[in-house]
C-alpha cells in the first residue's frame, strides 16, 4: 500500500510538472473575465476576450501545439528572459494548433491584449491552423519594429517552419529580434545581407563612371571640328529677321488617368478587438 | 596690289626675314631691323637707280601674278609648296617625303595676308602642351624630333561677302498640360510659321587647298581679319605658302552651307513657339564678293602606327588644332586603375567591406 501511495505521489509530481511544462490555463467567465482594467469590455470583444486563453503572463512560452520538447523550451525561455532583460520590451510565443478568431493576427493581438502582459512588447505565433507565422507588436515595439524589419524577420524563419524545424526557427527568431531591437546592429546585419547589391551597384556606378570619364579623356583628344554654321561672320548691321505668317493648324487634347500611389515607411498599425494598436507581419510557411 | 619687295636688307644686301615676334624684317647679319614701310622706301629708292628690266618686272607682278617662285614639288604626295629663296625646304611638310623636287613656278598672288604672328618656339610650345591633360596621347607626339619639324605655311583660303535672302517655314508647336483630380491632359497646338530672313555675312572663309582637310582648317577659326595686309612678298621669307588648287565656285559650297545653317538658326530663334522644326525654305545666297587670301598655319605631320595626325596651329592667334591617336595600351591601363579605384570608393561610402 505505502508502495502504491509513494508511486502515486511520484506519479503525481511528474505530471504537476507537465503541466507546467504544457500550458496552464484559467478560466473566463462572464463575471470574471480575467482582463487588465484599461481594457473597455463592449458587447463586441466580450466574446473574443472569452475565446482568448487566460494564461500566466510570465511563462513567455505558450506551446499549445506542443511542437517543442521541455529541454527545448527551457533553453527558450532563458533566451526570452535574456531579451526582456536586455530591451525593457516583453516577448512570448504561442503556438497553436486550433485557431478560434479569425486569422493568426487576431489571436496574437488578442492574446497579447487579454492576458497581463507589459505595455510595450511582441508576441510571436506559429499558427498550425492557418500554417502561419505572425509577429504581433505592441507600445515602443511598434516603432522599434518597422515593417521592413518584421517582413525580413519573417523572410529569414519561415522556412524553419516548413521544414518542422520548430526549435530552430524560434531560437533564430529569437536571435534576429533582439538583434533587430538596435538599429545600429540591425543595420549592420542588412548590410551584410546586402553585400550582393552592394556589389552589384558599385559594379553599375564605376562601369558608368569610369566610361564617362574615358569618352571624356578620348574627347579630348579630338580637336577638329568640321565648321558647320558661320554665326562669327554675321554683320550686325544687315541682319533682318521678321515672322511673315503663324497659321493655326491644329488643337489635339490627350488625357491621362492618375495613378494613385501609396508609399509606406516606418510601421503601419492597425487596431485589435481591444482597442489598442498593434503593429507586426507574417508569412506563411 | 603693293609693289613685291625683294627680300634682300635694304642696308647690308643679305637675305632678311621677316619676324612674327616685332613684325618687322630682321636681317641677321647687320642686325638691322625695317618696318613694312622702311622696306618699301628703300626698295622704291632702288628701283628708281635700277634698270629696265627691273621695271618690267614689277610691272608684271602688278598683274597679281609672281613669277619664278620656288616650289618644291613632293614626288610621293604631290603637294605643291612654294617658297622665296631664302626658304629651303628638305621635306615635304605634308606627308613627310623627302623626295621633293624643286622648280621654278609663277603663281597667283593673294589679295591680302594675314602675316605671322606666333613665332616657331611659340607654336613648339604649344605642341608641347597638348600633353597637358591628355593621358591618352601616344608618347610619340611628344618626341623633340617630330616637333622640330613644324613648318609656318602660308594657307591659302577664299573669304567671302555673302548675302542669304528668303522664307524658311517652320512646323511649330506649343504644348500646355495640367490636371484635374483624375486625369492629366496634354494639349497640343500646331502651327505653320513663316519667317522672312535677310543676313549678310563677311569674310566667310574656306580653305583652297586640297592638301588640307577642309575639317581641320575650320578649326582653325576665327581668324582676327584686323590683321589682313595688302599681300606683298616679302611676308613669304622664311615661311612656305601654297597655291590654291580649289576653285572660288567651288570652295563657296562648303561657305553656302554654313550661312544657310546659321540664317535658319537665326529665324529658328525668333519663332515664337516651344517646338519649331525647319521644314523647308526659299533661301538664295548671293555673292558679295570673294578675295584669295593666305592665312598662316603652323603645322606638323606625325606618323603614327602607319596613318599621318596633321596638326595645325593658328598662325595668329595660337590655336591649336588636330586629331590625337588614342594610345590604346595606355587607354587599357588607366580604365582598369580608374575602375578599380572608383570600385573601392563606392564600396566604402555604401560600407560594403
Known sequence: MKKIKYLLIVFLLISTIKVNASTQTFERTEENLLIPDEIEVTEKNKELILKTPSINEKEKIYDFAELLTEEEEKIIYGKILKYIDETFLDLAIVTINDNNKNSSMEYADDFYDYNFFKENGSLFLIDMDTRNIWISTKGKAITIYTDEKINNINENIYKYFSDEKYNEGITKFIELFKDYESDKKYNAIKKEQNKGKYIIISLVVSTLITLIIMIILVTKNKLVQKATTADSYINNDKIQIKQISDIFKGRHVSKTKIESSSSSGGSSTHTSSSGSSHGGGGHGF | ?353
Not at chain 2, 6 to 34: H, L, R, S, T, V
Not at chain 2, 59 to 87: F, H, P, S, W
Not at chain 2, 169 to 180: A, E, G, H, K, L
Request: glycine fraction near 4%.
Open chain 2, 1 to 353: 596690289m603693293a609693289e613685291a619687295l625683294d627680300n634682300k636688307c635694304p642696308a647690308c644686301g643679305a637675305k632678311i626675314k621677316f619676324n612674327p615676334k616685332n613684325q618687322m624684317w630682321d636681317c641677321e647679319y647687320c642686325g638691322e631691323k625695317f618696318t613694312l614701310e622702311q622696306m618699301k622706301e628703300k626698295q622704291t629708292a632702288a628701283n628708281e637707280k635700277s634698270n629696265t628690266k627691273d621695271k618690267i618686272k614689277a610691272e608684271k607682278t602688278k598683274q597679281k601674278i609672281e613669277k619664278g617662285m620656288d616650289v618644291y614639288r613632293c614626288k610621293n604626295c604631290g603637294a605643291e609648296l612654294i617658297a622665296d629663296e631664302n626658304t629651303t625646304a628638305t621635306f615635304c611638310v605634308y606627308c613627310g617625303s623627302v623626295a621633293i623636287l624643286k622648280e621654278k613656278i609663277d603663281m597667283d598672288a593673294p589679295k591680302r595676308i594675314i602675316p605671322f604672328k606666333k613665332e616657331k618656339e611659340s607654336a613648339i610650345q604649344a605642341f608641347k602642351d597638348l600633353k597637358k591633360g591628355r593621358p591618352l596621347m601616344p608618347k610619340i607626339f611628344n618626341d623633340p624630333k617630330n616637333i622640330e619639324k613644324i613648318t609656318g605655311v602660308y594657307i591659302p583660303f577664299w573669304f567671302y561677302d555673302l548675302n542669304v535672302k528668303g522664307t524658311i517655314d517652320f512646323n511649330s508647336t506649343d504644348i500646355r498640360t495640367w490636371s484635374d483630380s483624375n486625369y492629366h491632359y496634354t494639349e497640343t497646338t500646331t502651327f505653320l510659321t513663316t519667317e522672312s530672313a535677310d543676313i549678310e555675312y563677311n569674310g566667310v572663309i574656306t580653305d583652297g587647298s586640297t592638301h588640307f582637310d577642309d575639317d581641320l582648317m575650320d578649326s582653325l577659326e576665327p581668324f582676327n581679319y584686323k590683321d589682313l595686309e595688302e599681300y606683298n612678298h616679302a611676308y613669304l621669307s622664311g615661311f612656305f605658302a601654297e597655291k590654291y588648287d580649289v576653285t572660288s565656285d567651288e570652295a563657296i559650297k562648303r561657305a553656302t552651307t554654313r550661312v544657310i545653317n546659321t540664317t535658319t538658326n537665326k529665324a529658328q530663334v525668333n519663332v515664337r513657339h516651344q517646338t519649331k522644326i525647319p521644314i523647308s525654305n526659299t533661301l538664295k545666297t548671293t555673292k558679295l564678293n570673294d578675295e584669295y587670301i593666305m592665312l598662316p598655319v603652323w603645322m606638323v605631320n606625325i606618323n603614327y602606327k602607319n596613318k599621318k595626325y596633321t596638326f595645325a596651329m593658328n598662325g595668329q592667334t595660337g590655336k591649336m588644332v588636330g586629331d590625337i591617336p588614342i594610345d590604346i595600351p595606355k587607354a587599357i591601363i588607366i580604365s582598369i586603375i580608374l575602375f578599380i579605384s572608383i570600385f573601392v570608393i563606392i564600396m566604402l561610402i555604401l560600407g560594403g567591406f
